[in-house]
């Protein structure tokens, strides 16, 4: 079974969401792809209340910290799914009226 | 004794009832039930009922019993919860975790939009409660694009329309505002916005779909205002406007309202007004559709931001 989180941007303009990221677990740790600049402040880590910084080297824990930590009504995480097999990256796109 | 006083003391007497009942093993009372209709009626924004359904609902657990035992269905059960969503979703997620009840995809869907009725952060909120999978919040938005007309031209349910005031009532209240150069000022942001988009059209000629929607919410931001009211004392006192012909309300931030915060320059009028709108232009060109429609306006209280 494999684990993970996407993280989804929310377009309130033409009510549209998009995965902007997809962080999985796999070999203990969280591999993120998706957008540059998200990746790049994922692997920075997340940072916790009164606790130290979650790292993808943390594994599940950090998938956790993803789901908790995206709440945003724009930018928002699924709680941690779990599959046989992951689903494409799907990137819906925008429509207009 | 009245309503709330007779409902306050069922629930109680309910709940001491309770503990000695689940210890000599007797059925609930049906007297939860009474409460929770009492509690649950449909008069909308009842600051009273709202108090009984949040002490009805801090015991949910009990409740989730009660109901289990007195044979409520899963139906049933779920329009109790939906009664309980409506006024507090965090309470509705408490509820459905203890009442056991599992939704399918599709009763998932149905129910967030119920709830979300447009507002795409409660929708966001339903969404993680329920902790949709990624397919089903792509199948959400798939949808939703086709209830996109409808969701846009949504009411919403805040009961701004019997609490604002007509301009009538405000100006009589309020004194009248100096213009100091505010035409100038709103005339300026016209001539830069339409600069901009005249641009944008030209150098990116697939966003034209998009920026006409957007124009076209801009122009009635624009449009006669019919009512106004408060909406709280944060540093720049946002009031929330009604215009004539949309149902969405517009927030307006007047400029000579700001508080003399210690954020703010005291000789700098419009400190929170700018800065918005300057913030809507840079998401517009960068297209990152995070800041809704916002303008700057001549309004009741002389010129301000407005946001959709």
Known sequence: MTKWVDIISFNAIVWSGTVVARCIFENGSVRCSGEELVVNLLEKGISQDNALPVLPKDGEVFLQAISRHFHNAYLFATPVQEEEVVNDFVVASPKLI | MNIRERVAWMVDSFFRR???????????????????????????????????????????????????????????????????????????????????????????????????????????????????????????????????????????????????????????????????????????????????????????????????????????LRGTIRKIGSLGTTASLPQFLIFEGRNIPGIYKAARRERENFDFKKDVRGASVFPEWLTYQIDKALQLDIVPPTIVRDGPDGFGSVQD
């Not at chain 2, 059925?27 to 709202?50: G, H, N, Q, V």
């Not at chain 2, 309980?84 to 997620?93: G, P, T």
């Not at chain 2, 969404?127 to 009411?155: N, Y």
């Not at chain 2, 329309?161 to 100006?171: C, M, P, S, Y």
């Open chain 2, 18 to 220: 309770d503990k000695k009942d689940r210890e000599q093993k007797t059925p609930p009372s049906s007297l939860i039930t009474l409460a929770l209709e009492a509690a649950l009626k449909k008069e909308p924004y009842d600051a009273e009922r709202l108090l009984l359904v949040k002490a009805v609902c801090e015991r949910m657990p009990a409740i989730a019993a009660s109901l289990e035992a007195m044979g409520f269905s899963p139906v049933e059960k779920l329009s109790v919860g939906l009664s309980i969503a409506r006024e507090n979703l965090e309470l509705f997620f408490k509820f459905q975790e203890h009442a056991q009840i599992d939704f399918c995809d599709e009763e998932k869907q149905a129910l967030a939009f119920d709830i979300a009725r447009g507002n795409p952060a409660i929708l966001v909120r339903v969404m993680r409660g329920l902790q949709f999978s990624s397919d089903a919040i792509r199948e959400i938005f798939e949808r939703s694009v086709g209830a996109e007309k409808t969701l846009i031209a949504r009411e919403f349910d805040i009961p701004t329309d019997t609490i604002g005031k007509t301009l009538a009532e405000h100006r009589g209240q309020e004194e009248a505002f100096e213009q100091d150069g505010a035409v100038e000022l709103v005339a300026e942001t016209r001539t830069i916005e339409q600069e901009l988009l005249l641009a944008t059209e030209r150098a990116w000629p697939d966003r034209v779909p998009r920026e006409r929607l957007r124009a076209k919410i801009e122009q009635e």
